[in-house]
């Protein structure tokens, strides 16, 4: 009687060890960036938002104006607009917190600018962060184990491509830690002002392959960014989608080939999304190199006159009569 006594009340303990496990495994909280966002906009009083990765907010050393895009973007329209990018803002958390405002009844405007490479972003083994996006947000491919599973665009822990090691034309490239602090720290610290393509143009040139090239176009990422077109429709909220500035005036210097294909995605890209019916504003070819900044790392960042062009066109796109 004591042993069955004893066995049940382990029983109950590894019962109760589980649960717990499925409890904080399972529980739907975000990570560390996103619950930091989620308490910025609750914060705010502002009914325009942005979202994005670091080209949102990124300013050159040799900017006079450091503003970020969505502060150029309040002074142009005289309206409160809060900034809810992050470096390094995966598509899946993007789409999330634009779907979450497109939902509120506070929201007036949502600009979703994003970066072309975003669209191959393979979603990370973040469960918490998909569950919570799930709830908060509704059904979309990224909040969809079973769609992820179906279209591969989940491999569990696996890093994304771009973040990896890699080899091109013959040269090894380590994974993105160590190319931070071997090649883009060392591009930082030779650029001067005004800024220019890079000092390694080998490594320039495999970079702008890796970043834009060495994955493939994930088509759920674009039929995300189309659900959120359909979510503003039906909460009546203004969407505004930008595909932002490529630097292929300096790519088609490094290699004409790459620039080429780089253009031909962004071109495919913003034909799917227009297809769907999403309110594209499409400006991965309006700018000439002499705009971007810290040109030699491939992420779009742009200077004090191309952020405030940017925001000078999503104000038009936001002020224009809808369809």
Request: glycine share 6%; net charge negative.
């Amino acid at each position: 009687m004591s042993t069955s006594f004893e066995g049940t009340r382990f029983g109950r303990l590894v019962t109760l060890l589980a649960l717990a496990f499925c409890a904080v495994f399972f529980a739907p909280i975000p990570n560390a960036g996103v619950r930091k966002l989620e308490a910025r906009w609750w914060r705010s009083d502002a009914r325009v938002f942005v979202t994005g990765n670091s080209v949102v907010d990124h300013a050159s050393r040799c900017d006079g104006d450091k503003r970020t895009i969505p502060e150029m973007l309040s002074g142009v329209t005289g309206l409160p607009v809060a900034n809810l990018s992050a470096g390094g803002q995966r598509m899946d958390e993007s789409v999330g917190l634009a779907a979450q405002l497109l939902h509120r009844h506070s929201t007036d405007a949502v600009v979703f600018l994003v970066s072309l490479f975003a669209f191959h972003d393979r979603h990370a083994f973040d469960l918490r962060t998909q569950l919570f996006f799930r709830l908060a947000a509704g059904p979309l491919h990224s909040t969809s184990l079973v769609e992820r599973f179906a279209a591969g665009t989940w491999d569990g822990p696996a890093i994304q491509p771009e973040m990896g090691p890699y080899r091109y034309k013959d040269k090894d490239y380590p994974d993105y830690n160590q190319v931070k602090t071997e090649y883009l720290s060392r591009e930082q610290r030779l650029m001067g002002c005004p800024e220019q393509l890079g000092v390694d143009r080998a490594f320039v040139e495999a970079n702008y392959w890796n970043d834009y090239l060495r994955a493939p176009l994930v088509p759920a990422n674009v039929d995300d960014v189309a659900a959120l077109g359909g979510i503003a429709d039906e909460n009546q909220k203004r969407l505004v989608v930008v595909l932002m500035p490529i630097d292929l005036e300096d790519v088609r210097t490094l290699s004409p080939e790459i620039s080429t294909q780089i253009r031909e995605h962004a071109v495919s890209v913003a034909d799917a999304l227009r297809a769907k019916g999403v309110p594209l504003l499409d400006l991965s070819e309006a700018l000439p190199a002499d705009r971007f900044a810290d040109r030699w790392c491939a992420c779009g960042h742009l200077l004090q006159e191309a952020r405030l062009d940017v925001a000078t066109r999503v104000a038009a796109a936001l002020a224009a009569p809808r369809d």
